[in-house]
């Protein structure tokens, strides 16, 4: 394989040729803050819906403004955001973005969220199944639940939006729209982040 010309690697990390597809997910000067970002910013949106329409929270704000909680609860409904679940057994991956319970289905939801580059989408949504299946059964234990599903939110860094995200969203009865929120971030921080790389 051709080693890049120093002129052509990327200015963050100077390991990588500077392509888009590195910028918008693979550096690693970027990923731990940068990314991190984008990838919250999706969560907002997800979790900010979820709690409203589980009425966790009276105020409605625009998506930007919403500051994520650790936990939102009331006597139907449980929100975490990125908290670890303790289990009775060690669980290498026991933290997702969001974990939904129904207390009245005993049902769980363990969200978790990425924006990987486009050729990485399908990829990226089995690993996510896959990464929290073990915790959806130890859920399913502890929490003595009914059920507990593994829903991957997975849109690529340049807004491309799989098949799969608008199925993920109608099962929390959320607007099969609401991606188009998501889609907005990814096109911001590329606005944002390309101009001032």
């Known amino acids: 394989m051709k080693q890049p010309d120093t002129e052509e690697l990327c200015r963050r990390c ?9 910028i918008t997910a693979a550096c690693e000067q970027l990923a731990p803050t940068e990314y991190v970002k984008r990838c919250d910013g999706q969560a907002k949106i997800i979790h900010q819906k979820l709690a409203e329409a589980a009425e966790l929270i009276e105020d409605k704000c625009p998506y930007y403004k919403y500051t994520l909680a650790k936990v939102l609860e009331n006597e139907n409904f449980k929100l975490y955001w990125n908290r670890n679940i303790l289990t009775d057994k060690i669980i290498p991956f026991n933290r997702p973005d ?5 207390k009245k289905t005993k049902n769980t939801f363990l969200i978790d969220i990425a ?8 990829k ?19 929490w ?3 059920a507990a599903q593994v829903i991957p939110i997975v849109i690529s860094s340049t807004a491309v939006i799989p098949k799969s995200l608008s199925q993920s969203l109608t099962r929390h009865n959320l607007h099969p729209n609401t991606y ?14 390309c101009k001032n790389f």
Not at 98 to 102: A, D, G, K, R
Not at 115 to 122: G, I, K
Not at 180 to 193: D, P, V
């Open 115 to 122: 924006v990987p580059d486009t050729h990485n989408l399908a």
């Open 98 to 102: 969001i974990t939904f319970m129904n």
């Open 180 to 193: 188009n929120k998501t889609a907005k971030i990814c096109n911001s921080w590329h606005l944002f982040n």
């Open 14 to 22: 100077g390991k990588e040729s500077e392509t888009i597809q590195h």
């Open 144 to 146: 003595k639940q009914k």
């Open 124 to 142: 990226t949504i089995t690993d996510k199944q896959n990464k929290c299946q073990e915790l959806a059964n130890e859920i399913c234990a502890v």
